[in-house]
């Protein structure tokens, strides 16, 4: 039988109150951490889930998030939630600095999935006192919670390439941080770190700051040439020449989260990136340029192929500056890579901002002629 404790309330009336068990006492608290954990999980996933809703008008991600938060609502019973004490939880008023703010969209995702992946191995593992079934069905939504982030990374990332129509690509530097910045600060969402010569510490050591650059601007970063970088540093994909790596293998090493894209000179090149499974394509080199020494210009001809043909987003590139790129823009291009124009530029973001402003320019249609 259980001993009851006495005690005086403020009314001078004697209560009698049975105390738990020990063992009730430990269950209780198992209910008040599965209470707890099914509340954090479930608000994490509705925050991701108004992303995918109204950010990204993607029913199937939304969707998926509001699945997991139904199988979580049937676990969560009445003697669970019977055992939440709000008032007697010291960890109310705990918070980090770092949830006071959030630097993007990207970072608060990124906590939340942090925090729902946090919570559901809590529930996986005191679950497993609560019943069998429940450690198992956390542990099966913990890993559906891994491959929406990793969807939900990957089509924020392709999202970002479709949306980027200047692309810079560029050269080694004393200022490169600088002059990256300075770009990113006028608007510019796409840049690839390419540098054919220095050592792999150097290019680790500076691809990985601007990795983080970039994504301080909401901006994506690729990688010149390598995969093994690409991954090392977590860029967002790599750009792959016809002489680097096939795509097919590069697909296998990066998943199909991480970009990729590969350059063309001709039709024929650009049909077989295409079908290999290219993300984007460069088109080029345009003009003749001294960034890539004794390349034949592909010409403006190869542009308005690709204008009429390519159905994944191309870049123009290969000696495009703000005096040629109306003329490239008018023979069909949407999209233009640059290396000197914005690496050698005195005011990288005014360059950005004027190159921008002609590809963004809403072009008079060609008037249809009517007999
Ligand atoms: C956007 C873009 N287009 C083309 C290239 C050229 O790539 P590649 O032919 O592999 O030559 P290198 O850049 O490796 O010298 C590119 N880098 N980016
Ligand atoms: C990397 C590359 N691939 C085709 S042209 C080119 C260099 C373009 O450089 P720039 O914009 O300075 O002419
Ligand atoms: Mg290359």
Sequence with gaps: MKEADYYESTNGVVVMVEPYSQQEQIQQIVYRILDANLDRTREGLRIIEEWCRFGLNNAQLAGECKYLRQELAKWHTAEIRAARDTVGDIGTDLSHPQEEQRASIKSLLQAN????????????????????????????????????????????????????????????????????????????????????????????????????????????????????????????????????????LARQLLGPQRIIGRSTTNSEEMHRAINEGADYIGVGPIYETPTKAGKAAAGLEYVR??????????????????????????????????????????????????LLSQLNRVRPQPEIVQN
């Design 305 to 354: 192929y690709a204008a009429q043909n390519s159905p994944i987003p191309w870049f123009a590139i290969g000696g495009i500056d703000a005096n040629n790129i109306n003329d490239v823009i008018d023979a069909g291009a949407e999209r233009v890579a640059v290396v000197r124009s914005l690496m050698q530029a005195e005011q990288p973001t005014l360059v950005t901002q004027y």
């Design 113 to 248: 999935f942090c925090r729902v992946q946090e919570a559901l191995r809590v529930l996986e593992e005191y679950g497993k006192l609560y019943s069998p079934n429940m450690g198992k069905a956390f542990k099966q939504m913990r890993y559906r919670v891994y491959t929406l982030e990793s969807s939900l990374m990957g089509y924020q990332r392709h999202q970002l390439l479709w949306r980027s129509h200047l692309y810079l690509v560029t050269s080694p530097s004393d200022s490169l941080f600088a002059t990256v910045e300075s770009a990113l600060k006028g608007g510019l969402t796409l840049v690839q770190y390419r540098d054919k010569n220095s050592d792999d510490t150097v290019r680790l050591e500076q691809a990985t700051r601007l990795r983080q650059l970039c994504h301080a601007y909401g901006a994506l970063l690729i990688m010149n040439d390598r995969v093994d970088l690409a991954l090392a540093v977590d860029a967002d994909g790599v750009h792959l020449g016809q002489q680097d790596m096939p795509i097919a």
